[in-house]
Nanobody, 115 residues
Framework: QVQLVESGGGLVQSGGSLRLSCAAF????????MSWFRQSPGKQRELVAF???????TVADSVQGRFTISRDTARNTMYLDMTSLKPEDTAVYYC?????????WGEGTQVTVSS
């Protein structure tokens, strides 16, 4: 079993920065892929960024140049550094882990960007 715990969300002004963390607990395989998703009210959940075990990373076009994903495989922790935040970044951010054909989700952390 795997448990994901997000932290670091909050209220920030437009142009500000936040760092989200996701700690993974349980039977984490070396080949697990970890990702950040977000969901705004009335919208579908969307992929923000993902990191492979070899630390290859990809971020969505909408956050390119502003968000950076990183991963500490030794600590089973993933981060999302968000800069130049915009009101449209307001959402619940979810941590996701995929391994052995299974998928796990965290509870989510709220990020609110005021204009």
């Amino acid at each position: 079993q795997v448990q994901l715990v997000e932290s670091g969300g909050g209220l920030v002004q437009s142009g500000g920065s936040l760092r989200l963390s996701c700690a993974a607990f349980g039977d984490i395989q070396s080949f697990a892929v970890m990702s950040w998703f977000r969901q705004s009210p009335g919208k579908q959940r969307e992929l923000v960024a993902f990191a492979t075990p070899r630390r290859n990373t990809t971020v969505a076009d909408s956050v390119q140049g502003r968000f950076t994903i990183s991963r500490d495989t030794a600590r089973n922790t993933m981060y999302l550094d968000m800069t130049s935040l915009k009101p449209e970044d307001t959402a619940v951010y979810y941590c996701n882990l995929k391994q052995m054909s299974k998928e796990y989700w965290g509870e989510g952390t709220q990020v609110t960007v005021s204009s």
